[in-house]
């Protein structure tokens, strides 16, 4: 194990997650046969008629994803609308509530990707073979399906399960070119008839869906994700995984599935885990952010003006865009779980403009997710066959939504930590060096800075009065620290 990997581990440990599955999952993980089966008599009774194997469903993720949550595809309706169809693998087939694998992902609650190394929710036999939609594998799957009009809205919806197969899968980077028309298609285009047209459509229902949802005050913000990049063993640099349109295109999808998913809960008075963003903790900062870039916002949050100034300033500089994308990012707030009961009035998501919202979309990921998925499979069988209960009290799920509220926070410190010991590695031989960065938060437990080659956080020591978040200013590097992930530096004149 080489010494990000021990950081790693020592991080997951300290922040109460567990990086090793234990001997009982694996001894579970090692007795399941196989993926269940779509074709024998028990799944034709849960599936009856859903057999939608031969539909040109897709998968796009990151280009080395084999943990495949979802796939979607779409058809043409009349008066220009589209019906779009996700599939969702359907893992609470394949892990039992109460097992020794469930309990991991219970204790994890989502899987906790650093630049050292992936540490899965679920035994990757699970998350890329079993229960993943991989291409060319006969899949069991929760399907959301959406009927989106010419302007964007979702004006029905249904939740079943089904059979799926995957016909191709794909990769944000190639998908998204070839969509922004920088790139010839990639080679599964041309290797399955219909493919192409296939995406054009779901892309022309994700863009009325994401106009709506601009038009509705949702946030369009750019931040880039930093992203380990090796030679052999050997890390050589983090660089900034930008978005593209075919990383928009299931952002969207998705965010539509997981607001038919909450409201299908609803309608069939289940409770449910709900994901909300309230309204922004500093919305104070953000008003004076605005105001130093000629914007005028209103004293209280008001996301639809808001989402105007960032249309405005991504216009006028695309190049910062993305900082600026960070320092509202921090000045939101995190999302969070809560439970959502029957009749109760949902709190919405401030970021995205919708007022149902929940995670639904990746259970090989989120444990969130899984719980969901458990709540669906019982809400749709009660409805063909009545009579059935949710599967969690709700003292439990109120008690899962604190606990997965407070893994995710801890995944993302362990996350960020990791980032920035392989940060510090790189900067190691760079003291004295002067970098352009912009102060990502600033408290009474200190003052951050982002500098972005590489794309990283750092600590002003000395010289930080008066910076606050969104601040652009000039620091030198004084110290790094590659086992305490620590990144120092002092503000420096400005060029």
């Not at 009660?382 to 407070?406: N, V």
Request: with cysteine; proline share 6%; hydrophobic share 45%.
């Amino acid at each position: 194990m080489n010494r990000l990997q021990s950081i790693a581990h020592q991080l997951m440990r300290e922040r109460g997650l567990l990086p090793d599955f234990s001997p009982e999952a694996l001894r579970e993980v090692q007795a399941i046969a196989g993926a269940p089966a779509v074709d024998d008599q028990a799944a034709r009774a849960v599936l009856g008629a859903r057999d939608l194997r031969d539909r040109l469903w897709v998968s796009i993720d990151n280009d080395t994803s084999r943990d495949l949550d979802q796939l979607s595809v779409a058809e043409p309706l009349p008066g220009d609308a589209i019906k779009v169809l996700v599939a969702i693998a359907d893992v609470q087939a394949t892990v039992a509530r109460g097992s020794a694998i469930d309990a991991h992902a219970a204790n994890n609650t989502t899987s906790v990707y650093t630049a050292a190394a992936i540490f899965p929710m679920l035994p990757e036999r699970l998350s890329t073979d079993l229960t993943s939609l991989g291409p060319g594998e006969d899949r069991l799957a929760v399907v959301v399906e959406l009927w989106v009009d010419r302007d964007g809205a979702v004006t029905q919806s249904e939740v079943y399960r089904a059979a799926v197969r995957n016909r191709a899968k794909l990769a944000y980077p190639s998908v998204g070119a070839w969509l922004e028309g920088s790139a010839p298609p990639p080679a599964p285009l041309a290797e399955v008839p219909g493919l192409d047209a296939q995406l054009r459509l779901q892309d022309r229902a994700a863009v009325a869906m994401r106009e709506r949802r601009d038009q509705n005050g949702a946030l369009d913000l750019q931040t880039a994700q930093a992203e380990a990049v090796f030679e052999g063993d050997e890390l050589r640099d983090l660089r900034p995984d930008l978005p593209n349109r075919a990383k928009q295109l299931i952002e969207d999808l998705m965010v539509a599935a997981n607001g038919a998913t909450a409201r299908f809960l609803a309608g069939r008075g289940y409770p449910s885990l709900r994901r909300v963003l309230r309204s922004p903790e500093r919305w104070e900062r953000i008003v004076a952010l605005a105001a130093g870039l000629g914007e005028k916002l209103p004293a209280m949050p008001d996301g639809k003006a808001l989402g105007r100034a960032l249309s405005k300033w991504r216009r006028a500089d695309p190049g910062r865009f993305p900082e600026l994308s960070l320092s509202v990012v921090k000045l939101l707030g995190r999302g969070e779980y809560v439970l959502e009961l029957p009749g109760q009035a949902p709190e919405g998501h401030f970021g995205l403009a919708v007022t149902d919202y929940t995670h639904s979309t990746a259970p090989n990921r989120r444990f969130p997710d899984l719980v969901t998925q458990r709540l669906l499979v019982s809400a749709i069988a009660g409805g063909a066959a009545g009579g059935a209960h949710p599967p969690y009290t709700e003292d439990e799920l109120r008690s899962l939504a604190a606990h997965c509220t407070a893994q995710e926070v801890n995944a993302a410190k362990v996350e960020r930590q990791v980032s920035k010991a392989a940060a510090a590695l790189l900067l190691a031989p760079r003291i004295g060096q002067r970098f352009d960065a912009i102060v990502t938060g600033a408290s009474q437990k200190g003052t951050w800075v982002r500098i972005e080659h590489p794309l990283t956080e750092g600590k002003v020591v000395r010289g930080f009065e008066g910076l606050d978040v969104g601040d652009r200013i000039r620091v030198e590097l004084v110290h790094t620290d590659v086992d305490r992930g620590f990144i120092d530096f002092v503000r420096a004149p400005a060029r």
